[in-house]
């Protein structure tokens, strides 16, 4: 391989912003093939790589406040590459990739012992407990870059890789090795109507997510940013999505804060 | 021979010697492995060209340019058109689930005739030919019965080619009695012909306010154009404005609000006239604009001082009085604010007391036709057809009088609501036939089961849906229309856009099953019939009469999908009040805050219950699809089961807990619900999502949940006959 | 096949002995009766696994009419790439589509009864031609051409016949056969059975495609040395002691080869 560059592919999300309306949902299921049942009230079998979260305050009307929180795969880097679900995988079915820094899943690969889904602190893991039936007709709008995955094995957000790959092969076409930074979108970013998403490589300081948090590199990735913050940041995942509110009980809620614990420092 | 069980196993380890030195059992191994990760049942997409095509959503009011990305002649994925002034690239979730529309099984194929009861769902499959020739036999036949009044036809949709020619047919053939279906749209357009004394659409500067005062609308829960709202908001989010959110629910503006202003529902107009008189008191209001330009402003300032000073505002709504004050002082002292109404989406025009209140503040503001501020538009006049001539049947027909009685002693466009209620009731002259295009009034209509009462007493209902819904279902012939990815339109005045605009809806890809444009339908049924009604339709087809429509800017519209006055900004108050001042006291707003009655006493039915809108329930003619209700969260549906969001403490008081069963009854009908304990409703309030539990006509779309239409007893503003009703009384006790 | 036939042979002997077996002889044929049978099944096996196995294993349907490379190739100036072209947005076209032919052969030719069908049966009724494509992957696989065939790809510029061999000079297209089981092409396992091959085109599994991308790996760490001794030493190495420098490190964590994404949707 000619000199590849390492990039860590990332995601900012502005929950101020965030209006919870759910296009991201969809503009994923959409570009990722991600099939639907009758009935997909219970979350727990309903696949959905990117989910919105309801957040709340916990405090009485009419001081009861609401937020949400889209939650993709969060692509952790862990200690060099070892995120917890590519460390426990048996079958070599999820990888973690220097060039890019997405974690990677092969369902042809997995073979279903979910282990993964137990090592993901985020639950951004979901198995396909069925075989995916599209109704007469639907299958139309399947998307040729991802395949459908069948029963039995584990699926999850892969920051629209396939669309790296497109705007790969347009690069190479054009005598070009390298992205710029409009290239390369996630289906759920160029969807998103508030403009709360915001996708990019965070090693890279041109890109406007390495700008949003300004993450500092010494120190696992932490935004320097006094309103960014990332899930469960005290576990050492260095997740790769952060995530931006000016609400201090939004990003409290990030972590596991104990009660009556100090308010959240900033970094 | 003596072949003994030695020379057996030797044979049979011979031969698992060999199998093992042959390329079998691992070549087997191999490709058993791939053939169970390759199930032959999965589907497989097939590869090819990438090709996007430009065209216009029509899902919903809001006009946002869409990009349908296609693999040869497949559309693969619907995404938002970049650099479009609507939304940019933007795309809300029922936007870009439209393939689901387009390719669902709840598609119509092919023109039907009802066999069974109504309702019952066995249909016959009949030929264009045949299903044209019946509904013109049918149509001839009432007109030389000499009763072509009796014939009925609504419209999803108000401006646009499409209205103008089933509105043209219905002139031309003879019958008064073409509606659309109003909206908050309608309510802004009265409030402006009331107040401003002239006929315009209400279109909204968010992109320049700095201060957005919103009574309930639901700036990023679907009102307006969903996508545009968004985008504002997220400017307002970065800085560039605040909000303030009067709703008696945390709904999801209120909660991305600035200030949440929790308000006893109905209420919102007494808040208003509050507000106004604080910024009247204080002498804050535009005295420039109000000098020059307004009449009855003493009238309106008596009745405001006398009535509605912050205490008594206080006690009406439940809004601490301190806030009315502050409020009132931001508000007036923002450089370019906006109050806004229309509740959740808008889609349930509402109480012009309230509306007139509201755009009172704007006056008081001095925004009306401002930067920031909300603007007169002209109505879309490019539609410039002469006539049409009608015949001494269309003239004796066209004099009748409309069964809905818009237009003449009420100034509503459109009252179907009051239509249904008189063709239910058999007053006035028969029905005897109904043509129903991009509605679907068997469900959306409030308190629906008197549309049912109606269609019961028509004897030969036509739907133009593509997709089986609550109304095709219930027709005696369903002439499936393309559906917006296979046909031509034009989309002009996308809700709230503050820009004379047209949007082009076109072909993404050519019909999937046997269909017809409706447009197509109604000149092909004009020409059959003849005479002046043939005159009247002189195009080939819909396609010819589009573009001789739009003239010159039909290639603009096919080369950049749309046509935008860029220049445009709306007229100054010199032109636009100089002769014809802005009126504080048009009927409606003149006697200050006049409640809208719900349905139901206080005693049987303790509770309120509101209807609220989510992004996630579509609650228009186009139902859910499936991946929108896979979005919709399990404190919201759960099972099919719906959930009433209630107050702890109020939920405490009946002996519910989170998702407990429960049952909902209202004085219009009952409903099993589960409740969800929500800290965000105000005690004493219940609220549940419009556009759950349509008819199952398919499994995987819309069955969900319970639909609050029947629950919702209609209610007619006083002013307009507009539906008004905003909520209901209601009981809720454990199942 | 000698040993059988001296095993054939040794049969009849055998047999013919059998009447008059002592218990000793009887222990003794016994013994041979026992190697003749494993012989037996082990040559049976054998037959099964190499011979009758793979005819069953795989199918075959014929194209739905003959093509000739060779006369297309001919004709055309930029070679394989005039009708297997790249779109714009990079991707791979594949087999042509009618419009692509519909140029030369709107109308009948020549005598060619091929070029009959052609055009009769897929040109004037606008039918795409159901191609079966002997170098088609199963769903999973992401390939991309341009990233193997641009020289400013991460992988050095290869040409056509590197992977699907001189199919451009064929003149005639054989049976497609696919494996009963998974219904993948022939072509991907190899014709040989046993999954030898002497080209680089003659299987394209997952493991050849990872060969290559090693030595590609190699390469390119190879380049990264930068001191004249330390690649000296290096180049030394690989004569003497072949294979065993590890190759390049790749992108994966998990293999340290490329990332499982690179190949795999």
Redesign the interface.
């Known amino acids: 391989m000619k000199g590849a560059t390492t990039h860590r592919y990332g995601m900012v999300i502005d929950l101020d912003k965030c209006t919870g309306c759910g296009a991201c949902m969809i503009a994923c299921m959409a570009e990722n093939n991600v099939p639907f049942r009758d009935d997909e009230s219970d979350k727990l079998l309903s696949l959905t790589w990117m989910r919105i979260f309801r957040l709340n305050n916990g405090k009485p009307f009419p001081e009861a406040d609401v937020c949400y929180l889209p939650r993709p795969c969060m692509h952790c880097e862990g200690d060099h590459g070892h995120s917890p679900c590519v460390s426990v995988c048996p079958a070599t079915a999820t990888d973690y990739s220097r060039e890019t820094g997405i974690v990677s899943q092969i369902y042809t690969r997995c073979f279903g012992c979910r282990y993964c889904m137990g090592a993901c602190p985020y639950k951004a893991r979901l198995f396909n407990w069925w075989d995916p039936v599209w109704p007469d007709g639907m299958e139309k709008f399947l998307n040729p870059d991802v395949s459908p995955r069948v029963r039995g094995v584990v699926e999850k957000c892969s920051f629209c890789y396939n669309r790296y790959q497109l705007a790969k092969n347009k690069a190479f076409l054009e005598g070009r090795r390298e992205l710029e930074e409009n290239e390369y979108q996630t289906s759920c970013t160029q969807a998103c109507p508030a403009g709360a998403i915001v996708f990019g490589d965070l090693n890279n300081p041109h890109h406007q997510v390495h700008q949003l948090v300004d993450p500092d590199m010494a120190h696992g990735g932490r935004p320097r940013n006094p309103n960014a913050f990332r899930i469960l940041e005290r576990l050492g995942t260095n997740p790769k999505v952060y995530y931006l509110s000016s609400r201090e009980w939004v990003r409290r809620s990030g972590d596991n804060t104990i009660e009556g614990e100090g308010k959240l420092k900033s970094h | 021979?003596?072949?003994?069980r030695?020379?057996?196993l030797?044979?049979?380890?011979?031969?698992?010697?060999?199998?093992a030195?042959?390329?079998?059992p691992w070549?087997?191994t191999d490709?058993?492995s791939?053939?169970s990760?390759?199930?032959?049942?999965?589907?497989?997409?097939?590869?090819?060209?990438?090709t996007y095509a430009n065209t216009t959503c029509t899902l919903c009011p809001g006009g946002c340019g869409i990009s349908v990305r296609k693999?040869d002649e497949?559309?693969?994925?619907?995404?938002?058109t970049p650099g479009h002034p609507v939304?940019d690239?933007?795309?809300?979730?029922l936007?870009?689930?439209g393939?689901?529309v387009?390719?669902?099984?709840a598609?119509i194929k092919t023109p039907l005739k009802r066999v069974g009861e109504r309702g019952q769902g066995r249909w016959m499959a009949i030929s264009w030919e045949d299903a044209l020739a019946q509904t013109a036999d049918k149509l001839t036949e009432l007109r030389e019965g000499g009763q072509p009044q009796s014939v009925a036809c609504l419209s999803g949709r108000t401006y646009g080619t499409m209205p103008s020619l089933l509105q043209r047919f219905m002139a031309a053939y003879g019958s008064p009695n073409f509606m659309t279906v109003p909206s908050m749209r309608d309510s802004y357009a009265l409030t402006f012909a009331a107040m401003n004394g002239q006929t315009a659409m209400a279109g909204f500067d968010t992109e320049n306010t700095d201060f957005v005062l919103s009574f309930g609308s639901g700036i990023?829960d679907g009102w307006g154009s969903?996508?545009r709202m968004?985008?504002a908001?997220?400017a307002w989010?970065?800085g560039r404005g605040k909000v303030v959110q009067a709703e008696p629910r945390?709904s999801?503006t209120a909660?991305?609000s600035d200030i949440?202003a929790?308000i006893r529902p109905g209420t919102d107009a007494a808040l208003a006239l509050g507000m106004a008189h604080v910024i009247i008191l204080e002498k804050r209001y535009r005295s420039d604009f109000v000098s020059n330009y307004t009449t009855g402003f003493d009238a309106f300032k008596t009745m405001v001082m006398a009535g509605y000073s912050p205490e008594k505002v206080a006690q009406i709504t439940g809004v601490e009085k301190n806030t009315i004050v502050s409020l009132a002082r931001s508000f007036a002292r923002a450089s370019r604010p906006l109050a806004i109404c229309g509740r959740g989406r808008g889609e349930v025009p509402g109480s012009m007391n309230e509306f007139m209140a509201v755009h009172a503040l704007n006056a008081l503001v001095g925004v009306i036709n401002r930067p920031g501020g909300v603007w007169a538009l002209p109505e879309p006049g490019y539609i410039q057809w002469s006539g049409p001539d009608l015949d001494a049947v269309a003239i004796a027909g066209g004099r009748r009088q409309r069964l809905d009685g818009a237009g003449s002693s009420n100034p509503a466009a459109s009252l179907p609501n009051r239509f249904f209620t008189t063709v239910a009731a058999g007053e006035d002259y028969p029905i005897e036939a109904m043509f129903i295009s991009g509605a679907n009034p068997d469900f959306d209509f409030l308190n629906n089961q008197r549309v049912a009462e109606a269609m019961a007493k028509i004897p030969f209902v036509v739907s133009f849906s593509s997709l089986m819904d609550d109304t095709a279902r219930n027709a005696d012939l369903i002439l499936p229309d393309h559906v917006y990815l296979e046909r031509y339109e034009d989309v002009p005045a996308p809700m709230g856009f503050q820009r004379p605009i047209i949007g082009l809806c076109r072909p993404a890809v050519t019909p999937?099953f046997n269909t017809m444009h409706t447009g197509d339908v109604i000149i092909q049924l004009a020409q059959t019939l003849g005479g002046t009604l043939a005159d009247a339709f002189p195009w080939d087809n819909y396609e010819v009469c589009l573009q001789d429509t739009l003239g010159d800017q039909w290639d603009t519209l096919v080369e950049e999908g749309y046509a935008m006055d860029e220049g445009f900004s709306p007229a100054p108050w010199a032109d636009m009040f100089g002769s014809r001042k802005f009126d504080f006291t048009a009927a409606g707003i003149r006697n200050g805050f006049v409640p809208v009655p719900i349905a139901g006493d206080d005693i049987t039915y303790p509770l309120v219950l509101m209807p609220y809108d989510s992004?996630?329930v579509a609650s228009g003619a186009i139902g859910n699809t499936?991946?929108?209700?896979?979005?919709?969260?399990?404190n919201v549906?759960?099972?099919?089961m719906a959930f009433v969001q209630i107050?702890?403490?109020t939920a405490g008081s009946l002996g519910l807990r989170q998702g407990d069963k429960a049952e909902l009854t209202t004085p219009a009908g009952k409903a099993e619900v589960r409740t969800d304990l929500?800290?965000?409703?105000?005690?004493g309030v219940i609220a549940m999502p419009r556009g759950m539990g349509r008819t199952p006509y398919d499994?995987?779309l819309m069955?969900?949940g319970v639909s609050t239409n029947p629950l919702v007893s209609s209610v007619e503003d006083p002013i307009s006959g507009l539906e008004a009703a905003w909520g209901v009384r209601a009981k809720l006790s454990k199942a | 096949m000698s040993t059988t036939e001296e095993h054939a042979n040794e049969v009849p002997a055998e047999i013919a002995d059998k009447k008059e077996t002592t218990p000793e002889t009887k222990k003794e044929s016994a013994i041979g009766y026992v190697i003749l049978f494993f012989f037996v099944g082990l040559i049976a096996s054998l037959i099964v696994g190499w011979i009758i196995f793979p005819r069953l294993l795989y199918s075959q349907k014929s194209q739905p009419f003959d093509f000739n490379h060779a006369v297309h190739l001919d004709l055309v100036d930029e070679g394989c790439q005039s009708c297997h072209y790249f779109r714009e947005d990079g991707s791979f076209s594949g087999v042509p589509k009618l419009a692509q032919c519909i140029d030369c052969h709107e109308e009948v030719n020549g005598e060619d009864p091929n070029e009959e069908i052609f055009v009769t049966e897929y040109v004037w009724k606008e039918r795409e031609v159901p191609w079966l494509i002997y170098s088609k992957q199963p769903d999973c696989v992401f390939f991309s051409h341009v990233a193997h065939v641009s020289e400013d790809s991460l992988y050095d510029g290869k040409d056509c016949v590197t992977c699907h061999g001189y199919h451009g000079e064929s003149e005639t297209l054989r049976p497609y056969q696919y494996n009963r089981i998974t219904n993948i092409s022939r072509d991907i396992w190899g014709h040989n059975i046993a999954g030898f091959a002497r080209n680089s085109w003659d299987r394209a599994k997952m493991d050849d495609c990872a060969k290559c991308h090693a030595e590609a790996r190699d390469a390119a760490s190879r380049r990264n040395l930068k001191a004249p001794t330390t690649r000296f030493i290096t180049n030394i190495i690989d004569v003497a002691f072949p294979g065993t420098r590890p190759a390049g490190k790749g992108s994966s964590v998990q293999t340290e080869r490329g990332a499982c994404f690179e190949c795999h949707k």
């Open positions: 021979m003596n072949i003994g030695r020379s057996f030797s044979f049979l380890i011979g031969g698992a010697a060999g199998t030195l042959s390329p079998l070549k087997l490709d058993i791939i053939w990760q390759n199930w032959p049942w999965t589907p497989v997409p097939a590869t090819g060209e990438v693999i497949r559309c693969v994925k619907i995404e938002g939304n690239g933007g795309v809300c979730p936007g870009s689930s393939l689901q387009l390719y669902g099984p598609r990023i969903p996508v968004f985008r908001n997220s989010q970065g945390l999801n909660a991305k949440w929790p999937q992004m996630r499936p991946f929108m209700t896979k979005t919709v969260d399990e549906l759960l099972h099919g107050n702890p403490v929500f800290e965000g409703i105000m005690p499994k995987k069955k969900h």
